[in-house]
């Protein structure tokens, strides 16, 4: 019995050996019939990229920046506020109301810059028929003389000088006072009763503020709230204990604040942008600027049509397993960045730039892609490199498929911009996407860099 024991051993050891394979690796494709075999590869592609100039974006903001801010690498920004405020609902003034002052109050919590440098602000009435629309969305590049006619004496209605240190305040809210011309009040003083009681009625008498500065250029406001407010007093005759008639006043004031109920714009002017993309096209390394707001961006070709080419030409069906475009950030170790870095990046098809911002539509992988800012080690410097990277995987797979379904070849390439955004979440689920409107920037490595050049890497199946 022990013999037969091991005699069976002996045969299947020899079998086994028989039937070895010098190439492990391809046992499966080996084993299966020529049509069925499956194919895992990785390929890396080389991406165009450029500078893209932005002329405007459409202006949702929450907070206003307000003020002129010059940095070196990314140039000269400059913002305006034009603000309606909102009517006190059928609000009726009592008799023998004497007015006192009508004051301009901007709440701000942040200013950026140098806070000892001088602003002087000057505030206009939008003194023109043109009104803002509630429900239109407007861009950044307003002209003001559409709505303001400064040639009108009575036009500009208060006007400071300041430093953003100079206001008063608690702890880390900080506000700026402005006092509006008497000849201004005057006007609320007289206003007609009817005035509050129909919205149109009321900004046809007061069309709403022009805010902007003319002096300083190291500092900005982040203005959280704005509110005019009109003090007035009234009188009114009463008995006092010994039966003889008494004056009594009563001070008032009676708040307009600029609100979500009614429109506010940001305007953004950036006067030397075109000296700035002249600099970064005469380095020697290719890198680009994503800055905000509404200044530059940065353009990247994704060669669909190379991409398919190589992938498909082995005449499998193809699957996308994982698709990554990588940007780095140049010399983030190195430099010191004056302004904050953007922690959200989307990279959105050029063609629905517009139409993806004006309908608030949601990052989605076929148009419009939230990027991941992520930093990994060099195990050979000890530095840190800091990037974007963006998932294509689902993109990739959309144009192919497109191309097919069209009967046609993918376009040699697609381009898509880098934009930074502003996201509201609820319960780690995105709610609102907007172009970033207070100052971000950042510098990054272009498609010819020599060290870090922009690549998008590829992980693909066909079977």
């Keep these: 019995m022990k013999n037969r024991f091991l005699m069976l051993i002996a045969s299947l050891m020899i079998i086994i050996t028989s039937c070895n394979d010098s190439n492990l690796t391809d046992i499966g494709s080996n084993i299966q019939p020529p049509g069925d075999k499956i194919l895992v590869a990785a390929d890396t592609f080389s991406i165009i990229s450029e500078n893209y100039p932005v002329e405007f974006m459409y202006s949702r903001p929450d907070s206003f920046l307000l003020g002129t801010f010059y940095d070196q690498k990314y140039g000269t920004v400059h913002a305006d506020i034009f603000a309606q405020v909102e009517h006190p609902k059928n609000h009726v003034y009592q008799p023998n109301t004497t007015p006192d002052s009508i004051l301009l109050v901007m709440q701000y919590q942040k200013y950026f ?23 239109t969305p407007y861009a950044t590049n307003l002209n003001p003389d559409v709505y303001v006619d ?15 240190v100079d206001a008063s305040g608690e702890q880390d809210s900080t506000y700026v006072t402005i006092k509006f011309s008497n000849e201004f009040m ?5 206003v007609s009763p009817d005035i509050y009681t129909d919205e149109s009625k009321f ?21 959280r709230q704005i509110d005019m407010i009109y003090y007035h007093s009234y009188t009114y005759t009463t008995k006092d204990v010994s039966g003889q008639d008494s004056l009594v006043k009563v001070n008032v004031s009676v708040t307009f604040p600029a609100n979500s109920r009614v429109r506010q714009v940001n305007r953004f002017l950036h006067p030397d942008k075109n000296n700035i993309i002249n ?21 990247v070709s994704l060669p669909i049509k190379r991409m398919q080419q190589r992938m498909e030409g082995n005449g499998l069906r193809l699957a996308i397993n994982n698709a ?20 959200s990046i989307l ?13 608030r539509e949601f990052p989605s992988d076929t148009c419009a892609i939230l990027g991941t800012y992520a930093y990994e080690k060099n195990s050979e410097t000890g530095e840190y490199n800091y990037y974007y990277t963006f998932d294509i995987s689902g993109l990739i797979a959309h144009e192919f498929k497109q191309a097919k379904t069209n009967e046609k070849t993918p376009p040699e390439k697609t381009n898509f911009l880098l934009v930074p955004v502003r996201l509201k979440t609820s319960n780690n689920t995105v709610t609102d996407v907007s172009q970033q409107f207070l100052l971000n920037a950042v ?8 060290q870090k050049p922009i690549k998008a890497h590829v992980v693909y199946s066909g079977f």
């Design 113 to 135: 810059g140098d806070k000892h440098s001088p602003m002087h602000v000057s505030v206009y009435e939008m003194n023109k028929d043109t009104t803002f629309r509630y429900l």
């Design 150 to 164: 400064k040639s009108v004496a009575s036009a500009l209605i208060g006007e400071k000088t300041f430093t953003a």
């Design 186 to 190: 005057q006007r609320f003083a007289k």
């Design 203 to 223: 900004l046809k008498f007061f069309n709403g503020l022009f805010i902007t500065t003319d002096f300083g250029s190291a500092s900005m406001l982040y203005v």
């Design 279 to 299: 600099q970064l096209e005469n380095q020697t390394d290719q890198v680009h600027h994503i800055s905000s707001p509404a200044n530059i961006y940065t353009r």
């Design 324 to 343: 990554k475009l990588r940007i780095d950030i140049n010399n983030l170790n190195e430099e010191n960045y004056a302004q904050p870095i953007p922690s």
């Design 347 to 359: 990279l959105i098809r050029e063609s629905s730039l517009e139409r993806f911002f004006t309908k």
């Design 443 to 450: 510098t990054i490595c272009g498609g010819n860099h020599p």
